[in-house]
Structure formats: structure tokens, C-alpha cells
């Protein structure tokens, strides 16, 4: 049974230095907003962030980085048009960037929570986004080899959480939620409510409870 | 420390389900093999909050179904019907399996051929030469789950113990097993050898004469 | 958009000799009987089958394997208390049969519908059906690598289609369905039922159409 | 074969989208690229069929969403707010780049920096020193559609060509664009060299001297 936090701060409790965080949203659709404020409250530091982007604007992820407690970044689109908190620190020489195709990324995040220990894509095989990495041609084609992104934590955001835990989420919102919440030994998920065991169709769970450990409400 | 009921008989079946039961903590995850470990869900107590998980896309799998509730859309892992516990949630063959590889399960139950020292275990395949092969998804039970018990008789019929040094049998996984639950004795298989908990109509004295494998 | 085929025979039209037919089905739940029995009627030999069992009585894939025109087989679990069929066939060396772990079928043939070349897992390593496959070490633990099942035909059975071909499926009789929608040139469902465009909840589709090709109605 | 049409200008954004969208077979499940090739989707005809997906988790996009109608939940890969059309399905980033990665688009429209003769593309990344690499999709869509459509001006502001014997800046993908649309001319990259099928305000003659790729 999944824990239901009384609050955000309760939600994201014992989260450690050095963590590697998994933070769900596409820009601003799914970002689990409520967590990240919590998270950037908590205080932990050098941090590793998942994310597809690296934050905009002045909230949420762009926020946690404005604090300077993330040391490493892994995403597929740093640059928007907002995104200028992040910038600053790159070109500051104060954040690392590890960028993955798109893809890469959502498949290395599963590949972590299904228990693969590497793959062979033939996304991103003669760019620069391979250099340095095993290559191998499979039917004729090149492929790159890409490895699991494992997590401490993952921050998500999604629609309704029944009190098994299990999760729906709400149109475009779902994107990265699904698979970060396999791929780390603790998942964290806001929603907009919960509802008893019992609430959501069987046939409709997006996320079954196993993968969540704890959830809380948020507006 | 080894407890020993010296006193009694051997556990019956329903006794090491339920001895089985009774040490899977509450909440947890679980996964039961076909056969003998069925068993194990009649023995988990009205508050144990224990989820369970069935490789063919379900979690929340309630007891057996009879009569009108049996429909042929939802069975488990053996084929048998089945009924769905409130909380339950449906999946496809690659979330499930994900579960069970990627480390989700807290506990599966196995039943075993052979088990050795190292928690190698093997339990697919007779290794006769006209058997034909069925693996299903034992093998990705034993990777996946965080812990893997086995439920067994300690010896075959003709007195030959299937704890044992190194399988004879064709192997399911390397060194995946971590307790043996028999009619005779519990075996913890730790890092540092094989410790009995508990023996059942045997002493510890008696277990290390006639098994082949060193006991703590 | 999907087509909507008026009866079992139009559906399975144009199966080749020599196909690679993905069934899906954990025993009777989710088995296409109707598309299978069209399957026999049609004629096509050679076939090389992918399904979780190899059969069992005398119908759907069972009557399919006494035809023998499937010279090959790939499954997980073939040895079933009335898999009687299956079984003289193989005695007899009238087909052949590769076994699998069920995880490594199911994610070989997500890999085929995911474009992924290759993976490596630990499931099999050590055992008999890793025996002369390539091995890599990974954070300490043996790996082995496993190649993706492609196929040129999925046959499969969900509950219900709309007419974009957005399929949902019936509780456990989900299982291979939706990753060996993914993983066929053309795929083929029976459904119980098909209902408008908008009658299935944008958030509740298992299987989108674009995996789609034919949808017949079965009682 | 190619048709000429000498006799007027360069396409505009809009004709150039227009043409696109006219080529792409009814039916399609079609990814359009944030910037230019967007404008394509308002060129299908009310009998097209169309399906466009999304990358972050749709198909059955809409048009952009305005007004009351915008909601935060639902956005394009540029983070536009957009609708959802009957017959939508949403799903997570794993199975939507399974869609892209697998081969199930049957097209998708890019932008591009330049285009090689032999269907290289760049599109990701201007390789100055000091640019902040940002790839998205880009490099899923490019190894994974079926066709992989180009649009872009077929010159730079300086007059140089797009279409280029080689990329000079870093590629996205080896060999994967099938036809380059333009506001001078459509080329078709075939496995025998490029072929020219149309030409606006121009000709022939004119692009064989002005670029340095051989013309079928």
C-alpha cells in the first residue's frame, strides 16, 4: 500500500545528497511543480536531474537550479525560450549537461525500471551524440549502444492516485510519469486527488500501485 | 540459532504454506508459483495488505473463481480461473514482465527440482533427454525478484536431498535463492553459507549427516 | 484509419507462405480462435509461429499446428497438461521448437515493435537457453544478449475497437496483445465489439490505431 | 522528369506547406517538427485522414488551442497548447518513441540546417563553440519514420545551398531523408542520385550551375 503524505515537505523526506532525481513533466505539462519546491526546500545537494528539458521561466526546475545544488542535468532540449536560468549556469561553467536524444532517454529510463542492461539503438549512430560510444551493426545498420538511467528518486506528477497507489494521469501530463516511476527505488507522484481503493478502473490504471511509494495532493 | 521441533513429524503441505505466509512481511509484492506455492495465498492473514502479482498482466489477484464468477479472460499464471481484488490494475506481457525483471517484487515463491548451496536453483527442467522444455517465466523470477523462497520437500522420494552442493539438473539462475522452506527445516542461504532456522521432525545433528552441503 | 474486414476470411487475406505470425493468447484468455481457424482455412504453410504456448485440445492453435504447416515454433511454455498436439508433432520431429523465457519473448518482441537491435539481460544467463549467445558482464552480473522477434502478421484479440483502430482489451486476456500489435507488418484483431470514432477514452486506449491494420468482429 | 515552373517566383511559407501537405498520401500517420513544417497541418483536406502524432504522447492532434480551449495538460512538442480531435489516444513517452523509433510514422516533416545528397541530415545543432546542443526528437524521428520529409529554403541568407554534397554541421542522421521540399524546387533522394521532380522560379538548368550536388 502506498503512503499518503500530509504535505510536500513529508512527500519528498530523506532525500539525500548526491541523489539522482527523476523529474517528470514535459515543459510545463506533467512537471510535478509542488515536488521540485519541496525538493529545492529540503536542501539536498548535488544532485543529478533527469528531466526532458533543463526548466524555464523562473519556477519549478529552473527554481531548483537557480539554487545551484545541481551538479549534472541529463535531458534532450535545454534550450527554450525561457530557459535562461540554466543558461546562465552553463555558461558559468556551474552545471553539467549530459544531452540525449529524446528517445534515448525515455528508453534508457524503462530499460532501468524493466531490469535491461543495456540496448542497441540506431538512434543518434554517426552524430555526435555517439562519440565514444560501442557501436555495432545489426541487419546492416548501425547501432549505439545505451545504457539504463537508474534513480534514487523520481518527482512526477499525475492525475488521480487511488490508496493502492495506482495512477492515472491527464493528456499530454502523462509523457515521462509511467516509465520514471519504474526506473527508482523511490517514487514520488503529486495529484489532484485520491480517491479509495476500488476508484479507478482495473482496465484503466496507467500505473499500478507497485511502482508508486508515496503520493500526495497538491491543487 | 536453530530451532528444532524434534518432537513432530514433518511439516504437511498446508503447514509450510502457511509457514511460508507468515514470513512474508506485510504489504509486499508478491508473485507465487504455479503448483505447491498456489497454496501460500490461503495463509496470508485478513490485515497482511499482501498485493498479489500474476505474470499473464495482474496485480491484486484474488482466490480461485468458481461457478458463475469463473470467466475465461481472467485466470492466472496456471491458466486456473481466477476473481479481482478491489485496487486490482490490468497490463500487457511487457509491463509485467518489467516487474518482475526490473526488481518490483518483493517476494516470489518457487517450487524446485534442486537447490544448491549458492541459491542456484533449478526448477524447468527434468533434463531427461526426451523431456520437451517449458521455462514460462521462472527464469525471470529468479533474476527479478528481490527475494526468491523456495518451497519443496527436502528429499525425493527415494531419500536423495534436493538441497545440494552444486544442481545436477539444468539451472533456472545462478545463485538467485534466498531461503528454502521444506517439510523438514528452513534453510537461510546467506553470503556466508547455508543457516538452518528451523528443523520439523529432525535435528539440526541429523540434517548435517545427511546433507551434502555444510551448515552453519 | 483502420479497415473495418466483414468477415475472419478478408481479414487474414494475403498471408504468405513462410510467414512469421506472432498469436497472441496465455492459454485460451486473449487467443484469436476465429482469426487462427481463418488462418487454417486459408492455407498458408511454412508458417513459424510466436505465442506464449504451443496449444492446447484439438482447437485455435492446436487445429492449427495438426495441419502441420507450421514448421517452427517459438514459446515459453509448450508442455501443458492437453498440449497432445504440440507434443506427437515435436516427438515426431515434425517441428521445430525454440524456447524462451517468457520475459525475453515478451520484450524480444517489444524490442521488434521498438525499434530497439538488441538487448541484454540477465534473465536465461548460466542456463541452457543462453547456450551460444553472446554474454557481456554488466555492473557485476552476467548478461546476455537477446535480438528482437519481427513478424509479418500479429493476430490478436482485444474486446474493443473504434473505427480509428484504438483497441482496449478485457482483463488478463490483455497479456501479448499490445506489444505484438507493435511488432507485425500486418497487424489483425477480433473484437467483440467496434464502436465510433470517440467511443473509447482517449486516456483508457491500450493499443493507439497507428498499430493497427484490420479489425474483424467475433462473437 | 521535371517540371518547371520558371515562370514565377520562389514558393512562400504557405504555398511550400501546402505542397507538402498535398504529397503526403491520405490515411497517413504524420509527425510534423516544431517551426516551419508545423504549418503543414493546415493543408490537409477535410478527406484526408490524416493522423498526427505528437511526441509527447498523442495522436489525433488538433489544431493549436485558443481562448477557453487552452489547457495546460495538452501541448505540442513546442509546448503550444493544442485540441484534441475524436479518435485521440494518449500514452507515454516509451510507447510514443516506440512509434517513432519503430518504423509505425509513415512520414515526418523536418527542418533542416542542410541536407547531403545522400539523405544526411542536420537540423540539431549549428556546432558553434558556444551553442547549447538541444536535440529533442529530432534524431528518433530521423532513424525512425518511414519517409522523412525536408523543408526549408533551398538557400541561406547568404546564398549559400541547403542541399549540400556533405553536412558541414553536425548530422542528426545518416541517410534517412527521402525528399527535400524548397521554396526553389523539390528534390527526391533516391538510391541513384537526386532527382529534381519540380522547380519554382527557377530552373533546371539554373540549380545543376548553382549547387554543388549532381541533379538526375
Known amino acids: 500500500m502506498v503512503e499518503i503524505a500530509p504535505d510536500t515537505d513529508a512527500a519528498v523526506r530523506g532525500i539525500a545528497d548526491g541523489s539522482t532525481v527523476l523529474i517528470g513533466g514535459f515543459g510545463a505539462a506533467g512537471q510535478p511543480y509542488a515536488l521540485i519546491d519541496a525538493l529545492r526546500r529540503g536542501g539536498a545537494g548535488d544532485l543529478t536531474v533527469v528531466n526532458n528539458n533543463a526548466g524555464n521561466g523562473t519556477t519549478g526546475l529552473a527554481a531548483l537550479l537557480a539554487t545551484g545544488r545541481v551538479r549534472r542535468i541529463i535531458c534532450s532540449f535545454p534550450r527554450q525560450v525561457d530557459s535562461f536560468v540554466f543558461e546562465e549556469l552553463y555558461r558559468a561553467g556551474r552545471i553539467e549537461l549530459e544531452v540525449a536524444p529524446q528517445g534515448n532517454l525515455a528508453e534508457r529510463i524503462r530499460a532501468a525500471g524493466a531490469g535491461i542492461g543495456a540496448f542497441y539503438t540506431p538512434t543518434g549512430a554517426g552524430t555526435m551524440l555517439a562519440e565514444g560510444k560501442e557501436t555495432r551493426v545489426i541487419g546492416g545498420r548501425e547501432h549505439v549502444l545505451e545504457y539504463p538511467i537508474h534513480a534514487d528518486v523520481a518527482l512526477i506528477r499525475a492525475h488521480t492516485a487511488d490508496h493502492a497507489g495506482n495512477l492515472v494521469y491527464r493528456k499530454t501530463g502523462r509523457n515521462f510519469g509511467p516509465i520514471m516511476a519504474t526506473a527508482a527505488r523511490l517514487t514520488v507522484a503529486e495529484v489532484t486527488r485520491v480517491v479509495p481503493v476500488g476508484g479507478i478502473d482495473p482496465e484503466a490504471v496507467v500505473t499500478p500501485g507497485i511502482f508508486v511509494d508515496r503520493v500526495v495532493v497538491t491543487p | ?216
Open chain 2, 1 to 216: 540459532m536453530t530451532v528444532e521441533h524434534a518432537d513432530r513429524g514433518p511439516l504437511d503441505r498446508d503447514e509450510l504454506a502457511r509457514l511460508v505466509a507468515g514470513d512474508i512481511p506485510r504489504k509486499s509484492f508478491v508473485n507465487l508459483g504455479i503448483g505447491q506455492p498456489t497454496a501460500v495465498a490461503d495463509h496470508f492473514g485478513p490485515d497482511s495488505d499482501v498485493v498479489l502479482h500474476t505474470e499473464n498482466g495482474m496485480l491484486g489477484m484474488g482466490p480461485m473463481a468458481h461457478g458463475d464468477d469463473v470467466d475465461p479472460d481472467l485466470v492466472n499464471a496456471g491458466k486456473i480461473p481466477v476473481t479481482e481484488l478491489p485496487g486490482a490494475a490490468y497490463f500487457d506481457h511487457a509491463l509485467s514482465f518489467a516487474m518482475m525483471r526490473g526488481g518490483h517484487l518483493d517476494v516470489c515463491v518457487l517450487g524446485a527440482f534442486q537447490v544448491a548451496a549458492d541459491g542456484t536453483l533449478a526448477n524447468w527442467h527434468t533434463g531427461a533427454p526426451d523431456a520437451i522444455p517449458a521455462v514460462g517465466g521462472a527464469m525471470d523470477l529468479a533474476v527479478g525478484a528481490k527475494d526468491v523462497f523456495v518451497m519443496m520437500s527436502l528429499f525425493d522420494r527415494n531419500g536423495t536431498p534436493k538441497l545440494v552442493p552444486e544442481c545436477a539438473y539444468p539451472v533456472t539462475g545462478l545463485r538467485c535463492v534466498s531461503r528454502v522452506y521444506t517439510d523438514r527445516a528452513v534453510f537461510h542461504l546467506t553470503g556466508d553459507g547455508v543457516r538452518v532456522t528451523e528443523t520439523f521432525g529432525t535435528t539440526l545433528a541429523e540434517l548435517r549427516a545427511r546433507l551434502d552441503v555444510p551448515l552453519l
